[in-house]
């Protein structure tokens, strides 16, 4: 089974921290992506990566940025947190376009809270 | 306009009875579709995916895609309350390696 793994599954932050989201996924996935979930938005894409050190931004890319140095892991970094980036963040990976099928696999969540 | 339309819900079915989920998309380049179930306080899972028009069936599930329409739905037949849940709808583009979710539609089934 394809496993999706997120370093938290809360976090409480204050305003002006730095947050490190970690993501680890064990099936060789080419692509990483990281989301955040608010209700009534859905899921919006904040980057994805598609190889190591390689990044993209998503839809909403502004107040983070990411890390991807090896291929099974995947980091989304607040680099000063906001009362705004109270969310779910949540982290997928999947195989390359046209490898079969290409589901999105996502990790638990991580539900962070910034005071 | 957004570009993955779906009712937010929620939608209240009987059990036993045929839920009907139903999402609309804006992108004409959209190739591949997905129907993805998220559980209260939990990850979203793929249930379906279909690339060609028409019906594709897995157990009580169908999905339905019309391009000409830009129309993709998801029957689920039988329902058991333990379907309820928040159902997603998503399309890609081909060789794109975004894939563009809907807010979702809540299903609430009833025993």
């Known amino acids: 089974d394809v496993k999706v793994t997120q370093s938290s599954r809360y976090l409480v932050k204050r305003t002006g921290e730095k947050v490190f989201l970690e993501c680890v996924q064990d099936?060789?996935?080419?692509?990483m992506f990281w989301y955040r979930q608010d209700p009534g938005l859905g899921l919006r894409l904040i980057y994805f990566s598609y190889d190591v050190k390689m990044k993209e931004k998503g839809d909403i890319p502004e107040g983070y940025s990411v890390s991807r140095e090896k291929k099974e892991r995947f980091s989304l970094i607040l680099e000063s947190a906001s009362t705004n980036q109270t969310s779910m963040y949540l982290c997928a990976s999947s195989p390359l376009p046209g490898a079969g099928t290409d589901t999105q696999y996502f990790g638990p969540g991580t539900r962070l809270t910034v005071l | 306009q957004k570009e993955v339309e779906q009712n937010s819900g929620p939608l209240s079915v009987p059990e036993g009875a045929i839920a009907s989920l139903n999402c609309t998309y804006s992108?004409?380049?959209?190739?591949?579709f997905f129907w993805y179930r998220q559980y209260s306080g939990k990850s979203p899972e793929l249930i379906m995916f279909i690339y060609s028009n028409g019906d594709k069936e897995d157990g009580r599930f169908t999905a339905q895609l019309n391009k000409a329409s830009q129309y993709v739905s998801l029957l689920i037949r039988d329902s058991q309350p333990s379907d309820s849940a928040t159902y997603l709808c998503a399309t890609r583009n081909t060789g794109g390696f975004k894939t563009i979710f809907g807010a979702g539609t809540r299903l609430f089934v009833k025993a």
């Open positions: 099936m060789d996935h080419e692509n």
């Open positions: 992108d004409r380049g959209s190739q591949s």
